[in-house]
């Protein structure tokens, strides 16, 4: 019995310290900042198969794109920054994403899944899979055009592979 409640502090302890030192926040030492959404984009039949995420971030005094990726075996956080049009374009792709089907059930034995998390008013994630897929058919566009124009933006270096 001893052993298990350990286990559990250790576990309780190392969470809040994962959760407190979290990196992938827009403001260092605020677990709060979020930012304005996070895309995850998950790629079946790669070589790491890992998810690359994107995180929005808008401040008073600046703008710009959060990439969490594998690069050389680790994840690295990196930020690019944005511009006034830049920022735009990702907020109009964002505010279309939410008149996409979000009934769309298409599913295959392999591809990609893209997910979109985001706190309007209310928590929001929507999973859809390889949105490249019939996209316009499926009614998931805009979605689709949100994590390729994240996904440019990112300006991987080709070691990424190709987005699908």
Not at 29 to 34: C, F, L, Q
Not at 136 to 153: M, P, S, T, Y
């Given at each position: 019995m001893k052993w298990l409640i350990l286990v559990l502090l250790a576990a309780v302890t190392s969470s809040l310290a994962y959760a407190k030192d979290d990196p992938f926040v827009?403001?260092?030492?605020?677990?709060?900042?979020?930012?304005?959404?996070?895309?995850?984009?998950?790629?079946?039949?790669t070589i790491d198969q890992d998810t690359t995420s994107f995180r929005l971030c808008?401040?008073?005094s600046?703008?710009?794109?959060?990439?969490?990726?594998?690069?050389?075996?680790?994840?690295k956080i990196r930020t690019v920054n944005l511009d006034a049009e830049q920022?735009?374009?990702?907020?109009?792709?964002?505010?279309?994403?939410?008149?996409?089907?979000?009934?769309?059930?298409?599913?295959?034995?392999?591809?990609?899944t893209w997910c979109l998390e985001a706190n309007r008013m209310n928590y929001l994630k929507v999973c859809f899979w390889t949105p490249s897929y019939n996209?316009?058919?499926?009614?998931?566009?805009?979605?689709?055009?949100?994590?390729?124009?994240?996904?440019?933006?990112?300006?991987f270096d080709g070691s990424n592979g190709e987005l699908r």
């Open positions: 827009c403001v260092p030492g605020n677990n709060a900042s979020k930012g304005v959404f996070t895309f995850e984009i998950w790629r079946a039949l808008e401040l008073s600046k703008s710009f794109l959060m990439v969490k990726a594998k690069e050389g075996g680790k994840f920022l735009a374009t990702l907020k109009s792709l964002y505010q279309a994403t939410f008149a996409a089907n979000f009934k769309d059930d298409t599913f295959g034995t392999d591809g990609s996209a316009q058919r499926r009614g998931i566009a805009a979605f689709e055009a949100l994590g390729k124009a994240l996904w440019d933006l990112a300006q």
